[in-house]
Nanobody, 123 residues
Framework: QVQLVESGGGSVQAGDSLRLSCTWS????????MGWFRQAPGKEREMVAS??????AHAGSVKGRFTASRDNAKNTLYLQMNSLKAEDTAVYYC??????????????????WGQGTQVTVSS
């Protein structure tokens, strides 16, 4: 059974930092594209970052503040979030595709999802 489990969310002040982790089990994702998404109340789920064997991409709204990385030896995906803003408040999800290669922002191609972790940023 494939599982992705996020951790590291919480409530912080604007300007603070958080690091999210996503640990996977049940199969290997080492060469597959994985990503971080977020969904704020009343809004659609959006890509935050995507990481594949050919590189990493970040959404424009987080570029320069957030960094996605992965440690395949630990089966863990990370999202380092710095200079957090109130508009970053959302439930953050990690997800994985069955494809390798370039980063991918197409939500429907991610077939494995974690349960999400809440990030709340107060201004």
């Amino acid at each position: 059974q494939v599982q992705l489990v996020e951790s590291g969310g919480g409530s912080v002040q604007a300007g603070d930092s958080l690091r999210l982790s996503c640990t996977w089990s049940g199969r290997t994702f080492n060469n597959l594209v994985m990503g971080w998404f977020r969904q704020a109340p009343g809004k659609e789920r959006e890509m935050v970052a995507s990481i594949g064997s050919l590189g990493t991409a970040h959404a424009g709204s987080v570029k320069g503040r957030f960094t996605a990385s992965r440690d395949n030896a630990k089966n863990t995906l990370y999202l380092q979030m710095n200079s957090l803003k109130a508009e970053d408040t959302a439930v953050y999800y990690c997800a994985a595709t069955n494809e390798g290669g370039a980063p991918n922002a197409r939500l429907h191609e991610y077939i494995y999802w974690g349960q999400g972790t809440q990030v709340t940023v107060s201004s």
